[in-house]
């Protein structure tokens, strides 16, 4: 089954844009939202497509990836506090 996945993301010291862009172009049919928020439908969970960007990341980027088909998210370095509101909130 296809997902609908939004993958948004923060590269914080090296900017390798062009690996972390093939990374997600990589995970399906894409389209580019915003400058750092890409739509892709894709066989991925939200689990699995992070881990596969998060790759082309160095380690302390910030991705998030929510698979609005089921309301799933996966992040990385999110701030504790941001990590903790998402959990709290999400409405699932």
Excluded: R
Excluded at 50 to 59: E, L, P, R
Aim: overall charge negative.
């Amino acid at each position: 089954m296809a997902n609908n996945l939004f993958i948004t993301y923060d590269l914080i010291k090296t900017k390798d844009y062009p690996a972390v862009h093939n990374a997600i172009k990589a995970l399906g049919s894409w389209a580019k939202v915003t400058e750092s928020n890409w739509y892709v439908n894709s066989n991925y969970s939200a689990e699995e497509a992070a881990k596969k960007v998060k790759a082309a990341m160095d380690n302390d980027d910030k991705l998030i990836v929510v698979n609005a088909t089921n309301n799933t998210a996966y992040w990385y370095n999110m701030l504790d506090s941001v990590s903790e509101h998402l959990k709290n909130q999400w409405n699932v």
